[in-house]
């Protein structure tokens, strides 16, 4: 699945596009589970607590460890044959989700927690897009804070590249 969005923000909300800071981020490195494979921007959750291997997540009840720094792909491997980066606390790139219509249809906003999405386009979205709704269809925890904004469009929907904070290593940002 991965980063996928080539929409630009409504609203710069770091000053511009010229990318992110990534001096202080965190990442740590866990095995990949068997035949799993994870690309830059997923959202990545632990498969096994006792051997530590992660794969991408597929529902908003996942429990999010934090994103793939990354493409690893250890599609024809067994548990631990690779390794992935997995960003945990820090800015990152992901996929911002707003409807016109329906579940999705908040803005995001500067600052705004963001919550992981259900299947909202496709199938394969399920626990791959962030959005500002808080509506039963998405993820209940706060994942991360936006530091871009992205307006409800008029029609459709709207993926875009989004520029967050995430800090998976106090408690997901419950205190934010």
Do not use: H, W
């Not at 291997?53 to 990354?70: H, K, L, N, Q, W």
């Not at 067994?78 to 409807?99: E, H, I, N, Q, W």
């Not at 925890?141 to 875009?160: F, G, H, I, N, R």
């Amino acid at each position: 699945m991965a980063f996928t969005a080539t929409t630009e923000p409504s609203v710069y909300g770091l000053g511009g596009s010229g990318g992110i800071p990534s001096a202080g981020n965190v990442v740590v490195t866990y095995p990949m589970a068997a035949s799993a494979s994870v690309s830059q921007g997923d959202f990545i959750k632990l498969t096994s607590t006792t051997a530590g291997t992660v794969e991408r997540c597929t529902a908003t009840s996942d429990s999010v460890i934090g994103i793939a720094d990354v493409d690893v792909d250890n599609s024809s491997g067994s548990a631990g044959d690779k390794y992935a980066p997995v960003l945990r606390k820090g800015f990152a790139y992901v996929d911002g989700l707003v409807a016109a219509s329906g579940t999705y249809d908040e803005p995001i906003r500067v600052n705004d927690s963001l919550y992981l999405t259900g299947s909202a386009v496709a199938a394969a979205d399920a626990g791959q897009r962030l959005t500002s709704t808080t509506d039963t269809a998405v993820g209940t925890e706060k994942l991360a804070v936006a530091m871009d904004a992205v307006a409800t469009p008029s029609a459709d929907y709207t993926l875009a590249k989004l520029r967050v904070y995430v800090d998976f290593l106090y408690d997901k940002l419950e205190d934010a």
